[in-house]
């Protein structure tokens, strides 16, 4: 299918574990993003890609990892979840200086 | 960083009503986008509008980059307007965009 996915769309883990969220994007995009929404804050940058093997911190870096070894995927890694990280994670992509679209959003729950 | 204000932050309106979202950002920026994000958690690409004035059905949108403001024009609103809408701008230093912390709107019947 074309544009973006993300998967898991749900995803429960506990806390120490390590967990990977998934994005695809398929209009080989330059670009590509990583947010998290809380109630209060809106969506804060997480991490940002400018191409492959390009990575750069945003807002709120602290406890993620990235990785674009492809144009086409960004995953997103927390190496060890804590109950902070409970949020819903959505991926983004664009050209450079052009619109962005985003995924459908992954919910994690960190037990 | 850049920071983006939306205002305001709630808004109820009766089925039929217009509206005037507001979104004013501290730099010079790039690219400015709206969104709405529905009741199930999707963000709608609204509109992509860096400057000047498109319109959309129902909806339009302008900003002046000069003066570092844009606004959302919804008119003749459904309830299916609602949700919160959500203002996001890059600035000209950089691609990645900053979020405002969105517009909550209800339009009851």
């Known amino acids: 299918d074309a544009g973006i996915t993300q998967s898991p769309r749900y995803k429960i883990t506990e806390t120490g574990r390590q967990v990977t969220l998934m994005c695809h994007q398929t209009w080989s995009h330059s670009y590509m993003f990583w947010y998290r929404q809380d109630l209060g804050h809106g969506l804060r940058l997480i991490y940002y890609s400018a191409a492959a093997d390009i990575t750069d911190k945003g807002e709120v870096p602290d406890g993620y990892v990235v990785s674009r070894s492809k144009t086409e995927n960004f995953p997103l890694t927390l190496e060890s979840a804590t109950r902070s990280q409970t949020s819903v994670y959505f991926c983004a992509s664009s050209f450079h200086r052009a619109e962005a679209f985003f995924g459908q959003g992954t919910r994690l729950t960190v037990v | 960083g850049i920071q983006v204000e939306q205002s305001p932050p709630d808004l109820i309106l009766q089925e039929g009503a217009n509206s005037t979202l507001r979104c004013n950002f501290s730099?010079?920026?790039?690219?400015l986008q709206w969104f709405h994000q529905n009741p199930w958690g999707q963000l709608i690409n609204l509109f992509y509008?860096?400057?000047g004035t498109k319109q959309n059905g129902r909806l339009s949108a302008t900003t002046v980059a000069t003066e570092r403001y844009s606004l959302l024009y919804i008119s003749s609103s459904q309830t299916t307007d609602s949700g919160v809408y959500f203002c996001?701008?890059?600035?000209?230093?950089?691609?990645?965009?900053?979020f405002g912390t969105g517009t909550s709107l209800t339009v009851i019947p």
């Open positions: 730099d010079s920026v790039n690219n």
């Open positions: 509008i860096p400057s």
């Open positions: 996001a701008v890059a600035p000209n230093t950089g691609n990645q965009f900053y």
